[in-house]
């Protein structure tokens, strides 16, 4: 794994959603929607993201309105998250289903501390995250998804022979 430096992100496929998702909610504090607006009003907390197996921790800072993410583990997290590995916090957070946390809980494929009701927050929060696909884009994206699933299956199968072949 190699971290590029500019960005201060990791090559693992955990940090890079984290980034997105960060440059996202960024773009959210800085709109004019009012929804979100009220979301991020009169809140001040701090949630991390992590996989200690994956090496993998980022947090995200809300102050009253303000937005900041910031690589690695926050001095003081009010929430934070802790995914098994990379793969399934990329699973659960690209799911957005928030019974799905609750199953992995109970398996140990992750584990919550801090201020559970922050993660109904981020919840609603999370709904605003994915933008709106215009009506006039849709059947394009239709066309596309073919081609997506076999590019899913081809990265797949090269995953699976990498780890055969690093006896992972």
Not at 112 to 119: A, H, K, Q, W
């Amino acid at each position: 794994m190699f971290t590029v430096p500019v960005l201060d992100i990791k090559s693992d496929p955990l940090d890079v959603l984290l980034t997105v998702i960060g440059y996202r909610l960024s773009m959210l504090a800085d709109s004019d929607n009012e929804d979100v607006k009220a979301l991020f009003a009169d809140r001040k907390v701090t949630i991390e993201f992590a996989s200690t197996e994956s090496d993998i921790a980022r947090h995200f800072s809300f102050d009253n309105g303000q937005f900041s993410q910031h690589s690695g583990h926050a001095k003081a997290a009010d929430l934070t998250i802790n995914f098994k590995d990379s793969m399934t916090g990329v699973k659960l957070l690209t799911k957005g289903n928030l019974p799905a946390f609750m199953t992995a809980v109970q398996e140990g494929n992750l584990s919550i501390e801090g201020d559970y009701s922050l993660m109904m927050w981020f919840n609603k929060l999370a709904k605003h995250i994915v933008p709106a696909i215009p009506e006039e884009y849709k059947p394009y994206i239709q066309k596309a998804k073919p081609y997506a699933y076999k590019a899913q299956q081809f990265a797949n199968h090269w995953v699976g022979v990498a780890k055969h072949k690093l006896g992972k």
